[in-house]
Each structure stands twice: as C-alpha cells, then as structure tokens.
C-alpha cells in the first residue's frame, strides 16, 4: 500500500542517512567531521532526496545503486550550500533547523570547510564506484548535470544575484531568474538525475519532467517567501521575517501576500499539469509537489 507523503519523506532519509553516515564517520576527533556531520543531520525534510527517488520510481521496478547516489549527493550540495548561505558574509544567520547555525557552533573557518567538504563529498558518491555498479558513462553525466546545477551557471550563480539584489528593486523577471538559479536548479537537478539513473531516455517524459521541475521549483521559492512573512521562528526553525530584514526583493514584497499567494496556485497547477502525461504512476511525484507548496517550514 501507497504511504503517505511523510511517511516517504521519512523513509527517504532513513535510506540517504544510512548511506550518509557510512560515508562520514563519527569522528570526534575532527570538529571537520563533527561541523560536517551537525549540518547533514540536523532534521533536513529530505526534499530534494525525495523527488530523486520519486522520479526514478517512474522508470525503474528497483531502485538502483545509481539512483541511491543520485540521491546522496543532491542532500550533500544542499546541506554545503545552506551552511554557506548562513555565513556572515551572506546572510549572517544564527538559526537553522531550530538549532544554531553550522558557524555559530563550530566558527566560521571550520564551517565554509565543512560546506567545501559536503561539496567535494558529493561527487566523490557520484564517481567513487566500480563500473559494475554503475557504468562509468551514467556517472560521467550525473557528475556533470550536478555540476552544473550547483556551479556559476545554477545555485552559485542565483546566489551571487542574490547578494547583489540587497537593497535593490527587481522585477518579476529578474527575481525569476535568480530562483531559478539559486533554488530551482539543485531542485531541477534532483528530478533530472533521478531520470538519468533510472534509465529514462522518451523525450516526451523528459520534457514533461522538465515543465514539473520548472514550475515546482520555483513554487518552492515562492512558499518560502510567503513563510517568510506568515510563519513564525519557532515553526520555521530560523528567522522569520530574515529576508525582510536584508531588504531583499521576494515575491511578497513584488506581488503583495495574495498575489504571491496567487502565483504559487498557478505555478502547482503548472506542475500538477505537466505530470498528468504519466497519469497515476505519478501519484508519488504529485504528492511531494503537493507537499511541497503546502510545507509550513
Ligand atoms: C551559498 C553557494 C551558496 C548557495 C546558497 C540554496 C541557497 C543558495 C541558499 C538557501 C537560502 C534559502 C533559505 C533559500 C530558500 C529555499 C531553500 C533552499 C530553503 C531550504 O530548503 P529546505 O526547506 O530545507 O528543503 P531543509 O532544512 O528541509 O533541508
């Protein structure tokens, strides 16, 4: 029987976990290690792991060792790039998770090196196998889409506009494009290699995957800025009100609560849409956008 979306979530992380921490030890003789270790389980909704395992479970019966470290390794970037994001030469944020951030307990030093650290981490999962496990050619190309998602021309990218827009007006399209880059692509990315390992290659899945991805990571971003605004510190495990305090652009401040609101309605039906070309084997992939523009943190 079909679980329910949490229940998923949650078996999500127990199977990245479990590989997680085979990967990075317990050792507490290296605040490396321990800083690293804070910052990957400290209660992470697993999301991106998620839509992983949820899009190759389109195209694949069993899950494949090439989907498990697709999975892995879209968690390693995310959790390296949220310990950046919290650095005071960022956002300078003192709460994550409900918990002090990564530098507040361990200094800054030692964080931006855990945050390089889980980056390294994660292409090492992508590469470091034997060829019988997963060919070296699907490797090559998880490595690269990876890359691309997390580098200059993806999150990295979206970051730097980011920091450039404190203080700044932008408009639709401009904050779009940030979104895009900065949130949308590592979410892009996730449902792109969960295809790529499970062994999808129909270029009308492909495409239809590409317009869910499109629409529901930036609905991602869109939620996020209307916590921002309606939610509290205690139910978001960090800040409310933070991007307000940076006088950063966000939907809220460009559409107005209802209108952003609004948006995020048009942007689920977007995603909804585009899986009906799958119709009820992608219940699983419907649910977690489901979840994803109705999280409360
Ligand atoms: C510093 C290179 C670098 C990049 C940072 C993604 C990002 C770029 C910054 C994170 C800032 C932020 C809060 C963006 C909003 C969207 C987002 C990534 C929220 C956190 O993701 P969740 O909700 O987090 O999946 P959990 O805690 O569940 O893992």
Redesign the pocket.
Same mark, same amino acid.
């Given at each position: 029987m079909a679980v329910d979306t949490p229940t998923y979530l949650a078996n999500c992380q127990a199977l990245v976990d479990t590989r997680l921490k085979q990967l990075l030890p317990e050792r507490l003789d290296s605040s490396l290690y321990q800083a690293m270790r804070y910052s990957l389980f400290n209660? &992470?909704?697993?999301?991106?792991p998620a839509l992983c395992y949820a899009t190759a479970e389109l195209f694949e019966p069993a899950t494949s060792e090439a989907t498990h470290r697709s999975a892995c390794a879209v968690?390693l970037i995310?959790?390296?790039? +949220?310990?950046? !994001?919290d +650095?005071p030469a960022? !956002?300078n944020d003192d709460l994550?998770?409900g918990k002090p951030t990564c530098h507040i307990v361990f200094g800054e030093a030692t964080a931006i090196l855990a &945050?390089d650290g889980l980056q390294a981490l994660a292409f090492e999962v992508l590469g470091g196998h034997s060829d019988d496990q997963v060919p070296a050619a699907i490797s090559l190309q998880l490595v690269r889409l990876l890359a691309s998602a997390?580098g200059p021309a993806g999150?990295?990218g979206?970051?730097a506009l !980011?920091l450039d827009a404190v203080d700044r007006q932008l408009d639709l399209a401009a904050l779009q494009a940030m979104h895009n880059a900065?949130?949308g692509a +590592?979410i892009n990315a996730s449902i792109r290699m969960g295809a790529l390992a499970a062994g999808a290659t129909d270029q009308t899945d492909l495409n239809a995957l590409a317009r869910f991805s499109a629409a529901i990571g930036l609905a991602?971003?869109v939620q996020?800025d209307i916590l921002d605004v309606e939610s509290s510190t205690d139910a978001l495990?960090?800040r409310q009100g933070a991007d307000q305090a940076l006088n950063k652009p966000t939907y809220t401040s460009l559409l107005g609560l209802a209108g952003a609101k609004a948006r995020l309605a048009e942007l689920h039906d977007c995603a909804t849409a585009a899986l009906e070309h799958f119709g009820a084997r992608a219940t699983r992939l419907t649910d977690l956008g489901n979840f994803i523009v109705s999280?409360n943190?």
């Amino acid at each position: 029987m079909a679980v329910d979306t949490p229940t998923y979530l949650a078996n999500c992380q127990a199977l990245v976990d479990t590989r997680l921490k085979q990967l990075l030890p317990e050792r507490l003789d290296s605040s490396l290690y321990q800083a690293m270790r804070y910052s990957l389980f400290n209660g &992470g909704k697993r999301i991106r792991p998620a839509l992983c395992y949820a899009t190759a479970e389109l195209f694949e019966p069993a899950t494949s060792e090439a989907t498990h470290r697709s999975a892995c390794a879209v968690e390693l970037i995310h959790a390296y790039s +949220l310990i950046h !994001d919290d +650095l005071p030469a960022m !956002d300078n944020d003192d709460l994550r998770r409900g918990k002090p951030t990564c530098h507040i307990v361990f200094g800054e030093a030692t964080a931006i090196l855990a &945050g390089d650290g889980l980056q390294a981490l994660a292409f090492e999962v992508l590469g470091g196998h034997s060829d019988d496990q997963v060919p070296a050619a699907i490797s090559l190309q998880l490595v690269r889409l990876l890359a691309s998602a997390a580098g200059p021309a993806g999150m990295v990218g979206g970051q730097a506009l !980011d920091l450039d827009a404190v203080d700044r007006q932008l408009d639709l399209a401009a904050l779009q494009a940030m979104h895009n880059a900065k949130t949308g692509a +590592l979410i892009n990315a996730s449902i792109r290699m969960g295809a790529l390992a499970a062994g999808a290659t129909d270029q009308t899945d492909l495409n239809a995957l590409a317009r869910f991805s499109a629409a529901i990571g930036l609905a991602f971003q869109v939620q996020d800025d209307i916590l921002d605004v309606e939610s509290s510190t205690d139910a978001l495990g960090k800040r409310q009100g933070a991007d307000q305090a940076l006088n950063k652009p966000t939907y809220t401040s460009l559409l107005g609560l209802a209108g952003a609101k609004a948006r995020l309605a048009e942007l689920h039906d977007c995603a909804t849409a585009a899986l009906e070309h799958f119709g009820a084997r992608a219940t699983r992939l419907t649910d977690l956008g489901n979840f994803i523009v109705s999280r409360n943190h």
